[in-house]
């Protein structure tokens, strides 16, 4: 079911001046979905978009100023280029996002939401030699909250959102050593991808406790 845009909700931050917004993985699926409803909100005035791939997350930054902006809503829509696998990437979008939020003169961040996600049948390491599933969707969104979380601390009202899926309840351990590149997982076979994808997620609900 698709989320209805025609009668949005007011939350926590309306009223906040020069209120921000940071949404990973936002140029498809659930992230698409919460950056739409985020902007029809008419809340923010600083919203960033962060996804690996620049050519789309600009058309999306275009798609909201036509669907949701006018002469009276007119905030600073743009994007950040980060891949969550790779550390330098991610300490380097943080320094960019703090930048722009700092031009714009908001009030540290506001909403955080690390949405972003991959899952892969095949196994792939991140540039660094570290699982890539693990490390996109655990490793990053925790380094780039934690980059983050002095601005977020500014803020005036603020919210980090981790978003996790139910099948972290099918992990019923954390194995630190195929996440780290440091363990064959050829006896995985085609159970690869779930496992690894499970135990991110469950990092995720451990990274908000």
């Given at each position: 079911?698709?989320?209805?845009?025609?009668?949005?909700?007011?939350?926590?931050?309306?009223?906040?001046?020069?209120?921000?917004?940071?949404?990973?993985?936002?140029?498809?699926?659930?992230?698409?979905?919460?950056?739409?409803?985020?902007?029809?909100?008419?809340?923010?005035?600083?919203?960033?978009?962060?996804?690996?791939?620049?050519?789309?997350?600009?058309?999306?930054?275009?798609?909201?100023?036509?669907?949701?902006?006018?002469?009276?809503?007119?905030?600073?829509?743009?994007s950040v280029c980060c891949d969550?696998?790779?550390?330098?990437?991610?300490?380097?979008?943080?320094?960019?996002?703090?930048?722009?939020?700092?031009?714009?003169?908001?009030?540290?961040?506001?909403?955080?939401?690390?949405?972003?996600?991959?899952?892969?049948?095949?196994?792939?390491?991140?540039?660094?030699?570290?699982?890539?599933?693990?490390?996109?969707?655990?490793?990053?969104?925790?380094?780039?909250?934690?980059?983050?979380?002095?601005?977020?601390?500014?803020?005036?009202?603020?919210?980090?959102?981790?978003?996790?899926?139910?099948?972290?309840?099918?992990?019923?351990?954390?194995?630190?050593?195929?996440?780290?590149?440091?363990?064959?997982?050829?006896?995985?076979?085609?159970?690869?991808?779930?496992?690894?994808?499970?135990?991110?997620?469950?990092?995720?609900?451990?990274?908000?406790?």
């Open positions: 079911m698709g989320t209805n845009l025609s009668t949005p909700k007011t939350s926590c931050f309306q009223g906040i001046e020069n209120s921000s917004c940071v949404v990973t993985g936002a140029t498809n699926g659930l992230g698409k979905a919460s950056i739409d409803y985020i902007t029809s909100l008419k809340e923010f005035s600083t919203i960033i978009l962060l996804s690996r791939n620049k050519a789309l997350s600009q058309q999306v930054v275009e798609e909201l100023k036509v669907k949701f902006c006018n002469k009276d809503y007119q905030p600073f829509i743009t969550l696998s790779n550390n330098d990437s991610v300490i380097n979008a943080s320094n960019e996002i703090k930048d722009i939020l700092k031009k714009n003169k908001n009030h540290g961040l506001n909403l955080l939401m690390n949405n972003a996600g991959i899952m892969f049948q095949e196994a792939a390491k991140a540039s660094d030699g570290t699982n890539l599933i693990f490390s996109t969707n655990t490793r990053g969104p925790w380094l780039l909250t934690e980059s983050l979380l002095d601005t977020i601390k500014k803020a005036k009202q603020a919210r980090i959102v981790n978003v996790s899926s139910g099948l972290h309840f099918a992990a019923n351990t954390m194995d630190y050593d195929i996440h780290l590149g440091q363990k064959d997982n050829k006896d995985l076979d085609n159970q690869y991808s779930t496992y690894i994808y499970n135990q991110s997620k469950l990092g995720n609900v451990l990274h908000a406790c």
